[in-house]
């Protein structure tokens, strides 16, 4: 097993004390030591050190690597995503718009009839009055905007209160249901 820096500068310094130790005898025993054993622990142990600062260095440059890489795919995601959100945002513009060129036609066709029923000297279906279609359509189209998750009363500015409505109700279908006596007995003045 190969030993780590750390270790190996531990047992370097623990050599450099016993070296020291054994320097200090032979002064006080008046017998010859060689210095050269001291300064090469001391070379190796300012070798280690150095090692150690360039493998922290290292393992740095690696994690500033590493999150530069994480951060260059996350931008990627970041630019993806809003290419979906502008699209989504783009495709519910359209949806609004072609909601309320909806709603208006209905609501001109609604007057279209009830203009034809005043020429026909018929009374005028209560449920194809302004005010009676605009509680409908919108009680329909509140069924659908509760369904947005976490937005069952507001989304933002716009709110609402809950209705009786069903979001997967089709619309069409269920007004032709809700006026079809009034437009049948319409058809039959003329």
Same mark, same amino acid.
């Given at each position: 097993?190969? %030993? $780590?820096?750390? !270790?190996?500068?531990?047992? #370097? ?6 070296? *020291? &130790?054994? +320097? ?15 300064? %090469? $622990?001391?070379? !190796?142990?300012?070798?280690? #050190? ?6 922290? *260095? &290292?393992? +740095? ?35 609004? +718009? ?93």
């Amino acid at each position: 097993m190969t %030993a $780590t820096l750390i !270790e190996r500068r531990n047992d #370097a310094l623990t050599r450099l004390d016993m070296l *020291r &130790r054994k +320097r200090g005898a032979a002064v006080l025993d008046g017998t010859p030591f060689e210095d050269g054993q001291i300064i %090469a $622990t001391e070379q !190796e142990i300012d070798a280690l #050190a150095q090692a150690e600062v360039e493998s922290v *260095r &290292r393992e +740095r440059d690696d994690e500033a690597s590493r999150l530069a890489t994480i951060a260059e795919r996350l931008s990627g995601e970041i630019a993806d995503s809003e290419d979906c959100r502008l699209a989504a945002i783009r495709k519910a513009e359209n949806g609004a +718009r072609d909601l309320v060129a909806g709603l208006d036609e209905a609501l001109k066709a609604a007057g279209d009839i009830r203009n034809l029923a005043r020429r026909l000297g018929k009374p005028v279906p209560a449920k194809l009055d302004g005010p009676a279609m605009a509680s409908r359509l919108s009680q329909r189209l509140v069924a659908i905007l509760s369904t947005l998750p976490g937005h069952t009363y507001r989304f933002g500015a716009v709110g609402w209160r809950s209705c009786w409505r069903k979001a997967g109700d089709n619309w069409a279908k269920h007004e032709r249901a809700e006026i079809a006596d009034d437009i049948e007995q319409l058809r039959k003045g003329i």
